[in-house]
């Protein structure tokens, strides 16, 4: 086999039907969380359905990837809990949290540099029982839309098809929750755009709760049927992208528009971007 084949059709796990559900499917409840003595967020809540897309948005030194260490359960928090389909994981490290169905992945799409395309698909495949087959990756792969050659090394694939490997690699597991960390981050525009079409179709078509930390607001604009706006530890706004990113607290926080008069403030700005 030289490429990465659709897989047979008794391997393709079951997809629910219908929109997005509105009951939290993972939640997190007034998360406080110091480091180094410093309060990194404090009383975060946030939540996310089945099949649907969460925008994290904020600010360098907002706490979005500390908010995803506790909710990966890298980190545990000093106070509130994280829970996964009404069950308190706060206690669950990392490894107890992906073999309860959470997946995620990180801003730099880092793969084995010494592994080809293939060997990275079997050690997923074989990282923790249920031991998956060859099937399983193939089928990953082609709803990824992951085509390149199983003998390439890992390392020669350009960012795009990393980024898709990685989540074909977390797909064989069918998780029900994604947490996607500046998943656009080093593709141009036209990979962005096959990038939204794979976020979609996760969440709609295979029903997956997505979170997703991301600066570009386009993209966000574009897929997230909410965001959730971090601001020094802490959430400003919620909802849906369009009033989120126009709320008066959020525009006074990251372009110093004074809310009173609609005019810029002379301070230094922040983009919201990044």
Not at 114 to 141: C, I
Request: proline letters at 5%; a negative charge; one cysteine or more.
């Amino acid at each position: 086999m030289d490429d990465v084949a659709p897989v047979r059709e008794a391997a393709e796990p079951a997809v629910l039907n219908g929109a997005a559900s509105s009951t939290p499917l993972f939640a997190c409840e007034d998360i406080h969380i110091r480091l180094g003595g410093r309060p990194i967020l404090e009383g975060v809540s946030t939540s996310v359905a089945v099949g649907e897309i969460l925008g994290v948005v904020g600010p360098n030194g907002a706490g979005k990837t500390t908010l995803f260490e506790v909710l990966s359960g890298r980190y545990t928090p000093d106070h509130g809990r994280v829970v996964f389909d009404g069950r308190d994981v706060t206690a669950l490290k990392l490894h107890a949290r992906a073999r309860l169905g959470l997946g995620r992945t990180y801003q730099s799409p880092v793969v084995p540099e010494a592994l080809t395309v293939g060997e990275v698909f079997r050690a997923a495949r074989q990282a923790f029982p249920p031991y998956l087959t060859r099937l399983h990756a193939e089928w990953a792969a082609e709803e990824i839309r992951l085509r390149v050659n199983v003998s390439a090394m890992a390392e020669s694939l350009e960012t795009l098809n990393r980024r898709k490997l990685l989540l074909a690699c977390l797909l064989m597991r069918r998780p029900r929750v994604m947490l996607l960390d500046e998943p656009a981050a080093g593709l141009i525009n036209s990979e962005v755009d096959e990038l939204d079409r794979i976020i979609r179709h996760l969440a709609h078509e295979m029903k997956i709760g997505v979170m997703l930390v991301e600066h570009r607001l386009e993209l966000l604009s574009a897929i997230a049927d909410r965001v959730v706006v971090l601001d020094l530890g802490r959430i400003i706004a919620e909802g849906r992208p369009e009033a989120a990113f126009e709320d008066e607290r959020v525009r006074a926080a990251y372009f110093e528009i004074d809310p009173a008069s609609g005019t810029a403030g002379h301070g230094n700005g922040r983009d919201l971007a990044h």
